[in-house]
């Protein structure tokens, strides 16, 4: 739900014009399309492995492999860390792109889609790890 309101939330606001007279779309984050690129990324790649891995838990009980079970259970672990690692960059870069917008009209109207992208990429990175400390607590490897 994190990832939809980080990459939903720039999509829809974070996108604005300069000023009235320019009708180019910039990012809201200081201007720097990386920015809002690197945060709609992360934040559809959080879903889509969300995804994934919820098929894969559904479907755990039918694997009989020992080794199948925990190649699972490792890649799932694999994937919270370095998501971790992912929404910790973002929200980083999120802040500290933030702090140096200057505060136009354009940047006033999104600017509660932009502190909600930064708060909730930082509420990602208490999920994913506390995901891989919960797969670390569950699962015996």
């Not at 370095?82 to 960059?89: P, R």
């Not at 940047?107 to 994913?128: E, M, P, T």
């Amino acid at each position: 739900i994190f990832s939809i309101v980080v990459f939903g939330s720039i999509v829809n606001e974070c996108y604005v014009n300069k000023d009235s007279q320019d009708p180019e779309l910039l990012c809201i984050f200081n201007e720097n399309e990386s920015a809002c690129s690197y945060g709609i990324a992360i934040g559809i790649i959080a879903f889509f492995g969300c995804i994934f891995f919820f098929v894969v838990d559904l479907q755990f009980q039918q694997i009989s492999s020992v080794k199948d079970r925990k190649r699972a259970v490792l890649l799932d672990l694999g994937f919270s860390g370095f998501l971790s690692f992912l929404w910790f960059v973002a929200f980083c870069f999120l802040a500290n792109q933030w702090q140096r917008t200057t505060m136009t009209k354009g940047a006033l109207q999104g600017a509660d889609a932009a502190r909600a992208a930064i708060a909730f990429s930082f509420f990602s990175i208490i999920v994913w790890v506390s995901s891989a400390s919960g797969l670390l607590k569950d699962h015996t490897l």
